[in-house]
Nanobody, 123 residues
Framework: QVQLVESGGGLVQAGGSLRLSCAAS????????MGWFRQALGKEREFVAG????????FYADSVKGRFAISRDNAKNTVYLQMNSLKPEDTAAYYC????????????????WGQGTQVTVSS
């Protein structure tokens, strides 16, 4: 079993940047494909970005493509989400998730979840 803890959220102005981190404990992350999801108030959780076990493959939701970048450092057991050119519509709680399976943009494919970190983008 793996425990995930997100950090790096906060309040930022539109156009700004944030870097989220997801630190894992309990088991090495090399066993898992990883994803970032977000959930805005009153909306369903949605996929943001995913990354393969070795970091060689990444994929993104259309809404963040070209602005966000997912990466991982398996030696540090940490996954990152670099968010640039932030928009008010990016405001949400951001969650990292780990999957035993192949990369997926579907929440049900992920086996472990963190508690989330809030990102608020002001206009």
């Amino acid at each position: 079993q793996v425990q995930l803890v997100e950090s790096g959220g906060g309040l930022v102005q539109a156009g700004g940047s944030l870097r989220l981190s997801c630190a894992a404990s309990g088991r090495t992350l090399i066993f898992y494909t990883m994803g970032w999801f977000r959930q805005a108030l009153g909306k369903e959780r949605e996929f943001v970005a995913g990354i393969s076990r070795n970091g060689g493959s990444t994929f993104y939701a259309d809404s963040v493509k070209g602005r966000f970048a997912i990466s991982r450092d398996n030696a540090k057991n940490t996954v990152y989400l670099q968010m640039n050119s932030l928009k008010p519509e990016d405001t949400a709680a951001y969650y990292c998730a780990a999957s035993f399976g192949s990369t997926s943009d579907t929440a049900r494919a992920y086996d472990y979840w963190g508690q989330g970190t809030q990102v608020t983008v002001s206009s």
